[in-house]
């Protein structure tokens, strides 16, 4: 932390030793982000926030994974498994690390309607790019505010429809049989705005078996209904059939990175459908007063094929081979939002309560048909468990905004949140006893920051708060030694975070920086993880403390440069045993370092990009190593790749059409682009491709 802590101080000093800038620099264009308390300036935020424009994630991009485009937002680490049977790696900060499939420990939402189940299970599957508006990245203590397993947030938004009717069509193609087609229309009309999006994307995959379709439909209905009041209709769905490659040895991948011969004998595979749809009403009930009204429901049908030994599903506890999941969820947040005086000074008071509901029939099945001697693999065989669970939190919260002083603002949030399992046993049969139960976990998590504007163009805040996160349904869903039921010996882990930071406008660009440091108590790690199977336990504490520097700069004539660095150091501070209970060889030393985390993570790009012609440019990403057990005896190896891309927009009159070409991994690194967290078989590397291109071209019209 001495070194972060100079870093600090250094750019602290900056603006004081900077000369006064020329009024002819360009600055960057006003945004704003989404919190608690409504639209704030990133600026005015006293914690860490990104915001990705949807422009920069679709521009010279395949349009496919939150991947391509996030790698230049600090303490966000989003790594492609390619894989599109379990989604993208993504953690913030650390959390997260440890999910073997979907997102856990960062809460997700698409046009407010929560990505993340009660549970805090979640999943980026539906967030389409082809029409998202922006992408907002929150990170350290104020996340809290968000409740449960949020250790970070990720929020996605879609466009809202403008001017005359407007209709595109967009495509693109690259290596390994990869083709996405998307087709876009929108317009307002009066009182009325609209978008609809679908997109069909298909890869053969870099690996063996690995072979994914997905479909994506995202539409937007906006309805003002007076100059007070608006009403939004937000409706999504996807379906994705993927094969599931699984993880490699370290031999295996030195033999065949591409290979997956246990894969293609089981026949591992996934199935989603799902659909949502959200309404959500704003009314300004004076000059002074806003309400803000969001009711959603949707469902998730999951089937997901195992590579579980024939041989395990002997033991009568035994689970299967075949995960049958339905599920459907629903849920409201009310909020009003009231600015006021105290003492003089302006105040604004954000009062809401959330709910949200999820109801789940969890069915096992093995995974083969016929004998244990002679078994037909990878089909869905006997039943071997039925369960409905239901999972469920209420949260009321509160946050409060005084700027007490000129210069000074200070902050405070409290969010009281409850989440209740409950589940009910269906199959009960001889040694298979009832192991239904129910579990409750509360916990009341107090944030606050004290904001100083030591000039116009310079921001210092200080941040403190405490989060928590249960277990999901997932990580309760099996024992260790293959017992059956749920593991309700599980404790939610709770964390104190601490943030100090400073922004600064500086020649047209904007500098932040941040220091942190987040200490966890029961911390969730995984137990085991064999055959596709994880089981967890609680281990004890341990310390996440890092630093974030991140520059970015556009001049008038549109060069722009990005920079992003973090240095996160994320240790186990108790001892514990993985697998447990304690045997030989089976210890994890306090002060091991927490696996799936890159201790340093760099991303640079430089490029030229107007808005109308030829624009081209070069990105630059580099993590350290990551390792992949909590021994610390597997590691995946660091890593710098380079990507060049080069396009061209051209508009006139009532038509746009833009082209791109691009290249990454230029030098064609052999590198894992993730790790399977303590994978009882040493599975632990799912290998990234080398040099890959893409192509692709769009066009659009306005009627």
């Not at 089981?266 to 704003?282: A, H, I, M």
């Amino acid at each position: 932390m001495k070194s972060s802590f100079a870093a600090l101080c250094l750019l602290l000093a900056a603006p004081l030793m900077a000369r006064a800038q020329d009024t002819a620099v360009p600055t960057l264009r006003e945004i704003t982000v989404t919190t608690p308390r409504g639209e704030v300036r990133p600026f005015e935020v006293a914690g860490s926030v990104d915001r990705v424009e949807g422009e920069d994630m679709r521009e010279g991009r395949l349009q496919v994974n939150l991947s391509e485009s996030l790698g230049g937002v600090p303490g966000l680490q989003v790594q492609n498994r390619q894989n599109y049977a379990q989604d993208l790696q993504l953690s913030v900060r650390g959390f997260g690390a440890r999910s073997t499939f979907g997102v856990r420990g960062v809460r997700l939402y698409v046009d407010g309607i929560p990505a993340t189940l009660p549970d805090g299970q979640g999943q980026t599957s539906n967030i389409d790019i082809g029409s998202v508006s922006r992408v907002e990245i929150l990170r350290g203590p104020f996340s809290a505010l968000y409740g449960n397993s949020s250790g970070g947030v990720l929020q996605a938004f879609t466009e809202s429809g403008e001017g005359a009717p407007k209709l595109g069509y967009s495509f693109a193609s690259g290596s390994d049989g990869t083709m996405r087609q998307g087709a876009k229309a929108s317009g307002a009309n009066g009182s009325i705005d609209y978008l609809l999006s679908a997109s069909r994307f298909h890869t053969d995959g870099y690996r063996d078996h690995s072979e994914a379709h997905r479909r994506i439909a995202n539409g937007k209905l906006g309805i003002r209904l007076d100059d007070d009041s608006r009403l939004t209709l937000i409706v999504n769905s996807v379906q994705l059939r993927a094969q599931d490659p699984l993880g490699l040895t370290a031999e295996q991948v030195r033999a065949d990175r591409r290979g997956a011969a246990l894969a293609d004998q089981y026949g591992t595979r996934k199935t989603v459908d799902q659909s949502q749809l959200g309404l959500l009403y704003e009314r300004r009930l004076n000059a002074d007063n806003d309400l803000r009204l969001m009711v959603y429901g949707g469902e998730r049908k999951t089937t997901q094929f195992q590579a579980i030994p024939v041989a395990a599903q002997a033991s009568p506890l035994q689970a299967g081979g075949v995960i049958d999941l339905q599920r459907s969820y629903t849920g409201f947040d009310a909020c009003w939002t009231a600015r006021m005086q105290l003492a003089g000074r302006p105040f604004e008071l954000v009062t809401g309560l959330a709910y949200d509901t999820l109801r789940e029939r969890r069915r096992g099945y093995e995974n083969y048909l016929g004998s244990a001697a002679a078994p037909w693999l990878g089909v869905q065989g006997r039943l071997r468990r039925n369960e409905h669970n239901e999972v469920s939190n209420v949260d009321p919260y509160l946050q409060a905004t005084w700027r007490l002083a000129e210069r000074w603002t200070l902050e405070a949030g409290l969010r009281h949140s409850s989440v209740r399992f409950d589940s009910q046993d269906r199959y009960v049969f001889g040694r298979n006893g009832d192991d239904s139960g129910t579990a409750n976990y509360r916990k009341a998590l107090p944030v606050a920051a004290l904001r100083y504007a030591a000039t116009p163009d310079l921001n210092l805040y200080v941040t403190a708060g405490r989060g928590f996160e249960t277990p999901t349904l997932n990580e309760l869903s099996y024992r260790s030694g293959g017992l059956a039921g749920l593991n309700f010996a599980l404790k939610p882990s709770v964390n104190e975070s601490v943030e100090v930071g400073a922004k600064a406008r500086l020649a047209g660009g904007l500098l932040t920086a941040a220091m942190f440091q987040t200490r966890t108590a029961d911390e969730i790690v995984t137990d085991t993880n064999v055959g596709g199977r994880a089981t967890f336990q609680n281990a004890g504490r341990t310390r996440r403390e890092g630093f974030e520097l991140s520059w970015l700069h556009e001049t008038a004539s549109h060069w722009r440069t990005q920079i992003a660095y973090t240095r996160l150091d994320a240790r186990y501070r108790d001892a514990f045993c993985s697998p447990s209970p304690c045997g030989a060889g089976n210890a994890v030393a306090a002060g091991n370092r927490i696996p799936g985390i890159a201790r340093q993570s760099l991303f640079a790009s430089f490029g030229h990009v107007p808005p109308d012609g030829w624009r081209a440019g070069a990105e630059l990403r580099a993590l350290s190593r990551i390792l992949a057990n909590d021994a610390n005896s597997a590691s995946a190896a660091g890593y710098a790749v380079a990507a060049l891309y080069a396009g061209y927009v051209k508009r006139w009159e009532r038509w746009e059409v833009n082209a791109f070409a691009r290249i990454d991994n230029l030098f064609d690194r052999r590198t894992v682009g993730s790790v399977i967290v303590n994978e009882g078989n040493a599975r632990y590397f799912e290998p990234a491709p080398g040099r890959t291109w893409t192509v692709g071209a769009g066009a659009a019209y306005r009627f």
